[in-house]
């Protein structure tokens, strides 16, 4: 029965911050053992792994991106936000909201964000 729906801006201009938002439908952000990932897929590439928050509201960020990630939740809107700052057309990419208990998933739809100027 759980949701995920990403949202946000889908054009953002270089050296901008993205942020997108996953508003989850179904259950609750903080059902113990629930983790809340971001997922990107540049067009032709393989899906790239940003980071999560966990139900407790502990954070992990992928070594690559962690200078300029940063994911936090609002429990009371049942949403969990990703920002990536300092961003490069290199960024552009289809952003997905997932959930992990035992395994990956479900997933949202992803929303797709182009870094151009």
């Known amino acids: 029965q759980v949701q995920l729906q990403e949202s946000g801006p889908g054009l953002v201009k270089p050296s901008q911050t993205l942020s997108l938002t996953c508003t989850v439908s179904?259950?609750?952000?903080?059902?113990?053992?629930?983790?809340w990932n971001w997922i990107r897929q540049p067009p032709g590439k393989d899906l790239e792994y940003i980071g999560y928050?966990?139900?407790?509201?502990?954070?992990y960020y992928s070594p690559s991106l962690k200078s300029r990630t940063s994911i936090s939740r609002d429990t009371s809107k049942n949403q969990v936000t990703l920002q990536l700052s300092s961003v490069t057309p290199e960024d552009t990419a289809k952003y997905y909201c997932?959930?992990?208990?035992?395994?990956?998933?479900?997933w949202g739809q992803g929303t797709q964000v182009t870094v151009s100027s």
């Open positions: 928050i966990a139900y407790s509201g502990s954070t």
């Open positions: 997932v959930r992990n208990v035992a395994t990956m998933g479900p």
């Open positions: 179904g259950g609750s952000i903080t059902t113990n053992g629930h983790y």
